[in-house]
């Protein structure tokens, strides 16, 4: 950690900046070599020796956070992620739970991930909530087999509802890992993201 509590040099102090890392990486080799992000499998504090540990300060990400920071790294062109610090990190826990989930659906994935990006023009048209929209939903699009798949995350510290234009082709989208389908209406996909959510879309 920074002498500021916090990690990171950036503007952006939040579990986003990962996105941002990425592309600042990318820049560092000129777009021209892999990048793999090297994530979190362990809590900053449990790296001090064990007499000088704040157990207060002892925090690991949450499932969640972990599946957003997975997720915003490919989003932004990560060609690889690596976990460090696990042998830190008391086993089994909720957290190493947490994380095998995470691992389980990238490696169940792993076709798809793999794969080409793909364009297809889509338009962003957010619902009013009462507050400013900074990095907002981000995305790539996956095609594997004739079948699009959609992957977005919100970069924002607040909740977002957005409208997705431009998908025509389709008629609905099959939220992964989340058990519902929503309709696209007149190419139109319309859904809603907590803080730092994650939305992997089947297009069907």
């Known amino acids: 950690l920074f002498p500021d509590g916090l990690q990171g040099d950036i503007l952006n102090p939040y579990i986003s ?7 600042k990486m990318k820049k560092v080799v000129n777009h021209t070599k892999p990048v793999f992000m090297v994530l979190q499998a362990f809590a900053w504090e449990m790296l001090k020796k064990k007499e000088e540990r704040d157990t207060s300060m002892i925090l690991y990400p949450g499932y969640k956070e972990s ?6 790294a490919i989003v932004h062109g990560a060609t690889g992620l690596v976990y460090w610090g696990s042998n830190y990190t008391p086993q089994p826990s909720s957290f190493m739970s ?19 990006n793909t364009n297809i023009n889509i338009h962003k048209t957010y619902h009013e909530l ?10 790539i699009i996956k095609k594997v087999n004739g079948t699009c ?27 992964m890992s989340e058990d519902r389908t929503i309709p696209i209406e007149n190419g139109v996909l319309t859904d809603s993201y907590k803080p730092f959510d994650v939305h992997l879309y089947k297009l069907q």
């Open 17 to 23: 900046q990962v996105g941002e890392y990425v592309d």
């Open 67 to 72: 599946r957003f920071m997975a997720f915003n």
């Open 98 to 116: 947490g994380l095998n989930r995470v691992t389980r659906e990238l490696s169940a994935m792993h076709e798809v991930l793999s794969s080409k």
């Open 130 to 139: 009462g507050h400013s929209v900074d990095a907002g939903i981000e995305m």
């Open 149 to 175: 798949y959609l992957i977005t995350v919100n970069s924002d510290k607040n909740p977002v509802k957005v409208s997705l234009s431009g998908l025509k082709r389709f008629c609905s989208a099959e939220v």
